[in-house]
């Protein structure tokens, strides 16, 4: 199993990323104090998204994170802005950006 994600923003898009990753059930959790004030940590069970606050992002051009979802509909219902939907592995996905531009694949389970 993943651990975490790291994924740089600028500290400006913090609180609108949390927002967004709140919507895929993540929670904010405090970081360890070497990381206070350097980064945004996102925790949903024993997944963490790390939001890494920095003045110049950057945001990869084609990498994502995937998240697996309990309720995918609800789930995408809630982000609204969705595109690229399809079916993989008998299972629908689809893609959706949070505030800082990355890319975040929602998916309702994991492939085979």
Known sequence: MLHHA??????????????FFAL???????PPPTLRGR??????GTQQIHLLLTDDPV?????HVAVVVD??????ARLG???????????????ARDPAG????VMASAPP
């Open 6 to 19: 790291a994924l740089e923003t600028r500290e400006s898009d913090a609180d609108a990323c949390a927002g």
């Open 24 to 30: 895929l059930g993540f929670e904010r959790v405090e």
């Open 39 to 44: 980064a945004v940590w996102l925790a949903r």
């Open 59 to 63: 945001v990869p051009p084609s990498g």
């Open 71 to 76: 309720d995918y509909e609800a789930t995408v």
């Open 81 to 95: 802005d969705v595109d690229h939907r399809a079916e993989h592995w008998g299972s629908p996905r689809c893609f």
């Open 102 to 105: 990355h890319t975040v694949e």
